[in-house]
């Protein structure tokens, strides 16, 4: 365990000192991105939202201790795992720790990412990998010569998908600069991180009593679109789906409006998912991501914190 780790448990055990484990006064859903090997996972942005195998396992076991494991959120207490994107990890390494334990997750699925890397997965691959050099995009130079670099490029980077960019636009620019094919090494070895699952895994799923919803067709930031494009990024081709159930593309606050969630209950998706805390309001529920930690105090922490966040 390192210092930093030592010392967020000493600060989870202290703010949790006296505190109960949080009463689940909603449904407490879950949202988890990748589930990888501990071994693969990286200190860099692809990695960010990832958890490893042993930490998932841990917090899917102490999550079954304290609460009742839910197929929908509308019910009171109980907790929901979620998962967007779905890696070929997520669906190798998450689905045999639900099995056993008897819980049933519901996938998110991006139908443009279907057996692909999806667009966001290219662009924390190229961001955290590139070799330090300088590179020019949409006539801007940026120099990398260090890991604290990256950062600020992805977030002026963010800033042109924020304000409309598609995300085609950036990628493409971004493989002008240095192609993604000169990352092949890296996308080889991240393979299973990288590509998102196909229609066998998502039957698989289903067979297995999983549940799988609708992430949108490209991912795009869905605050950034007019109303057609708006209508044709939520309309589904695929009849895989159990339910009619919605997780919008990022899910913070920027990458909605009221608009977007006006128009996605009058297409009738319940429930709809944030990725943030936020209070259920209609089929509108929010997500907590916990951190990729296997500590029980950590945990009860940020339960504690979401409660508090959206009561
Ligand atoms: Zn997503």
Redesign the pocket.
Known sequence: MSIKSKLKEIYFKAAALGRTIPIAQHALVLNY?HIVPAELMEPNLLFGYSHSIENFEKQMEWLLKHYEPLSEPSKEGGFMVTF??CSLATFENATPILDKLGIKGHF?I?EEALDQI?W?DKYFCWISYVPFDTYTLNKTTFTITTDSDRKTLHSLLWKMIASGMPAGQLIELMNNSYAFKELSDIQLKLKKRLQCLGKKEIQALIKGGHHVGF??QS?AMLSTLEETGLKNEISPHEAFYTNRSF?V???DPSAYTPKVLQTLIEARYDPIFL?HSHAPSGPVYGRLNLPNTSSSAGMKYYIQKHFETQS
């Open positions: 991105h967007d994107d998110f991006v999806l966001i992430h949108s991912h997780a593309p990022f899910g990725n």
